[in-house]
C-alpha cells in the first residue's frame, strides 16, 4: 500500500505573506486543522491550530479586540509558521506515513518528491484507507476465523470459500499474542450463514463469528 494510493491530492495551502487572520478564516471555513505553507510551487513551512493559537494575544492581555485584530491582520504566516516539517513521498508504504506520524506526534504529512508537493497524508486519510483495506462498509458477510498459525489455513478458508463459489473482497490477518491467528474475510453476495458456518466446522474451522454486512459511504 503506497501513500500515494490514499493521500489527498487536492490541497488547500497558504503563502508565507499570508496573514494569521486570514489563515484563520481559512482553517473555520474548510473545517481544517493544519495547511501547508507553499511559496514558489515548494513547501516551506506548515501552520497549525496550535501555531496560529499561539501567534493570537492571551485573553489576558490588555489589548482591546479592535487592537487583537490589527494585529492578527498584521502578523504574516511566515513569523509564525513551522518551517522545520515532516514530509513523506508519494511512493512510500502507508506503514511508513504512519510510522513517521506516531514517532512525531504530528497528525499530517505533506506528500514531497523532487521538492515538489503532490498531496497530503493526514489521520484522517489513515482512517479512512484502513476501512478500505478491511472491507468496511462493503453489502457482503464478514466471517471472522480464529485458528492455528500453521501454513496452508488460508488457503484451506479460500478453498472452502470457493467451493461454493464465492468472491472474496477483502481479507485481514491479525497475530494474537496466544500463538493463533485471527483472520477476518469480506465476502461479496448474500449467502447462507447456518450453512456456511457448518461447512467450515465441519472442516475443523473455527468460526468466531459470520454476519451479513450493510453498504456504507465512506
Do not use: C, W
Request: no cysteine.
Amino acid at each position: 500500500m503506497a501513500v500515494k494510493d490514499f493521500m489527498t491530492r487536492k490541497v488547500v495551502y497558504i503563502s508565507p505573506d499570508t496573514t494569521v487572520a486570514h489563515a484563520a478564516d481559512i482553517m473555520r471555513e474548510q473545517g481544517l486543522h493544519r495547511l501547508p505553507v507553499i511559496e514558489n510551487d515548494k513547501l516551506v513551512g506548515l501552520v497549525t491550530e496550535g501555531t496560529i493559537a499561539e501567534a493570537s494575544p492571551s485573553k489576558a492581555t490588555s489589548l482591546s479586540i479592535y487592537e487583537m485584530n490589527y494585529l492578527l491582520n498584521k502578523t504574516k504566516i511566515k513569523d509564525v509558521m513551522i518551517r522545520k516539517v515532516i514530509t513523506v513521498s508519494q511512493y512510500a508504504s502507508l506503514e511508513d506515513a504512519i510510522y513517521l506520524m506516531l514517532k512525531n506526534k504530528v497528525g499530517i504529512l505533506p506528500v514531497v518528491d523532487n521538492e515538489q508537493v503532490y498531496g497530503v497524508i493526514t489521520d484522517r486519510d489513515i482512517f479512512k484507507a484502513f476501512l478500505e483495506v478491511s472491507g468496511y462498509g462493503e453489502e457482503g458477510v464478514r466471517a471472522r476465523f480464529v485458528t492455528e498459525d500453521e501454513v496452508g489455513v488460508l488457503e484451506h478458508i479460500i478453498r472452502l470459500l470457493v467451493e461454493e463459489n464465492l468472491n472474496i473482497s477483502n481479507t485481514v490477518n491479525i497475530p494474537r499474542k496466544d500463538g493463533k491467528v485471527v483472520i477476518e474475510v469480506q465476502i461479496d453476495g448474500k449467502v447462507d450463514l447456518e450453512a456456511l458456518k457448518k461447512k467450515f466446522e465441519d472442516n475443523q474451522i473455527h468460526v468466531d463469528s459470520i454476519v451479513h454486512t450493510e453498504a456504507k459511504a465512506l
